[in-house]
């Protein structure tokens, strides 16, 4: 499997999980879409930083090819699904101590 087939199915599961399995829905707020600008802005930068310097290199045959500062693509995918599932479960965990 590719970078690219696996970024975008982290993608898809994190929104399945955000959207319908846990119902956090935090794509539908905006608090969600500045958190994730801010981390984004800071992404960009270690991505550009670890991958301009060869720190981080990626197979040509395992990425579609486009980059953004310097990283592929594929970076900004799994990011936003580790972005996503981590916020799903910390609401999901947060709400459930709350309870018990």
Partial sequence: MTYTQL???AVVVAITFDMY?????L??????????????????????WLTSR???MY???SII????????L???LFGFALVLSVLTN???????????
Avoid: C, H
């Avoid at 399995?21 to 829905?25: A, D, N, R, V, Y």
């Avoid at 539908?28 to 960009?44: D, E, G, P, T």
């Avoid at 910390?90 to 018990?100: C, E, P, V």
């Fill in 7 to 9: 970024a975008t199915s």
């Fill in 21 to 25: 399995l846990i119902g956090t829905q």
């Fill in 27 to 48: 794509l539908k707020r905006k608090v969600f879409w500045v958190s994730y600008a801010i981390i984004l802005s800071f992404q960009l930068l270690t991505n550009w």
């Fill in 54 to 56: 060869n720190i981080v």
């Fill in 59 to 61: 197979n040509p045959e």
């Fill in 65 to 72: 090819g486009v980059r953004i500062a310097a990283a592929p």
């Fill in 74 to 76: 594929e970076d900004l």
């Fill in 90 to 100: 910390w609401i999901r965990l947060g709400a459930s101590d709350k309870r018990g």
